[in-house]
C-alpha cells in the first residue's frame, strides 16, 4: 500500500497540544517542519512545499484554483479569488460571508461562485497585469475599512471591486495569477480534497484528483467517506494526498471551541482507523491558523507518522 500524507490545513495554534488528541499523540513525532520558508503562510505555497517545489511561482493562486473547479481559463487571462465579508456601520470588513450566486452584469469579468465566502474572477486576456497587481489576502483583513484594500494596477479590476462593494458587503479580489505549468510530481500520485486549491494543486503537479461526496472543505465534511477514499487510493496509489481544511475555516470563523472539536473528531474519524490499517501514514499541517485572531501564521508544523522501526 502507498503513502498516505494526511495534511490538516491550518492545523496548529498557540493553544494547540498533541496530548488532547489520544490518536495524534500515541503517533512518532518526527519534528516540525518549516512549510512557509520565508513566504507568506498560504495553503498554495506551504503545501507545494510540502511536496517538494521550493520556487512556487508568485502567481498561481487563482490559476490552482480555477483548475480545481474544473473552470476552463484562457492562457492570456487574469484569475483571482473574490473572497466575500460583511461590513459593520463603520465600513470595516467583520466577518467572511456567503458569496452571491450571481453579481450585475456589465462588469469585465466572469464571476463563479465557489460556495461560502469564495469566488473567481475572471478577466479575459489581462493576464500580462497580474505582475502589476497588488491585492490583500483575507486572511487578515477583518477590522480593516474596506475602501483601503482596493486592488492596486489594474483599473478593470480596481472597477469590479468598487461595484461589488456595498454598505453591508465586499468582495476582496486576491491572489491574481494566470497560466502556468509545474513540474510533474515523481510519483504516481492521487489527492483527496474538498477544497479548490489543492484540487488544482494535484491537477497542476500531473496527480489524479478523486470527487469524494460529502468532502466540503469545512468542518461538514465527510469524514468517514474521506478515510474510505484514502484506504481505497493507497491500495491503487504509491503517494496520496489527503487534505482535511475544517481546522482552518473554524480558526477565520474565529471559533476555538469548533476548531479543538473537529480536531478530535478527525483524531477519532481519520487518524485512529488510518494509524492502524496503513504502513505509512503522516500527518501534518500547512500553516498555523490562530482562533483568536483568525490569521494564518508561519509557525513550523509538527509531523507524526505511525512507523516506529
Known amino acids: 500500500m502507498g503513502v498516505v500524507l494526511c495534511i490538516l490545513d491550518g492545523f496548529t495554534d498557540p493553544e494547540f497540544d498533541p496530548a488532547d488528541y489520544p490518536a495524534l499523540s500515541g503517533l512518532r513525532r518526527l519534528g516540525d517542519v518549516d512549510t512557509a520558508l520565508g513566504e507568506k503562510p498560504e495553503s498554495l505555497n506551504c503545501i ?10 508568485a502567481l498561481l493562486r487563482g490559476y490552482a484554483e480555477a483548475l480545481g473547479e474544473g473552470i476552463p481559463v484562457g492562457e492570456n487571462d487574469l484569475i483571482l479569488r473574490g473572497s466575500w465579508f460583511s461590513r459593520d456601520e463603520t465600513g470595516r470588513c467583520v466577518a467572511p460571508m456567503a458569496a452571491p450566486a450571481e453579481i450585475p452584469s456589465g462588469l469585465p469579468c466572469r464571476y463563479v461562485s465557489l460556495g461560502g465566502y469564495k469566488s473567481l474572477l475572471i478577466f479575459p486576456d489581462l493576464g500580462a497585469s497580474a505582475k502589476e497587481l497588488t491585492t490583500y489576502p483575507p486572511y487578515a483583513l477583518a477590522g480593516k475599512l474596506a475602501e483601503d484594500l482596493c486592488p492596486r494596477g489594474c483599473p478593470e479590476v480596481e472597477a469590479v471591486f468598487r461595484a461589488l462593494c456595498s454598505p453591508r458587503c465586499c468582495c476582496i479580489p486576491w491572489g491574481q495569477s494566470r497560466p502556468i505549468a509545474l513540474p510533474p510530481f515523481p510519483e504516481r500520485g492521487c489527492v483527496i480534497s474538498g477544497t479548490s486549491v489543492v484540487r488544482g494543486i494535484g491537477k497542476l503537479l500531473g496527480m489524479d484528483v478523486w470527487t469524494v461526496p460529502g468532502a466540503t472543505g469545512d468542518t461538514d465534511t465527510d469524514l468517514n467517506a474521506k478515510r474510505f477514499a484514502a484506504l481505497d487510493a493507497a491500495e491503487k496509489y504509491p503517494f496520496v494526498l489527503l487534505h482535511i481544511n ?20 478527525v483524531d477519532a474519524e481519520i487518524i485512529r482507523p488510518l494509524a492502524a490499517k496503513l504502513p505509512y501514514f503522516v500527518v501534518t499541517g500547512d500553516h498555523a491558523a490562530d482562533p483568536r485572531t483568525g490569521n494564518h501564521a508561519g509557525t513550523p508544523q509538527p509531523v507524526f507518522i505511525n512507523r516506529f522501526t
Open 246 to 265: 475544517g481546522t482552518d475555516e473554524a480558526s477565520h470563523r474565529k471559533d476555538a471551541m469548533e476548531k479543538r472539536a473537529f480536531l478530535s473528531r
Open 48 to 57: 507545494l512545499h510540502l511536496l517538494g517545489i521550493r520556487n512556487v511561482p
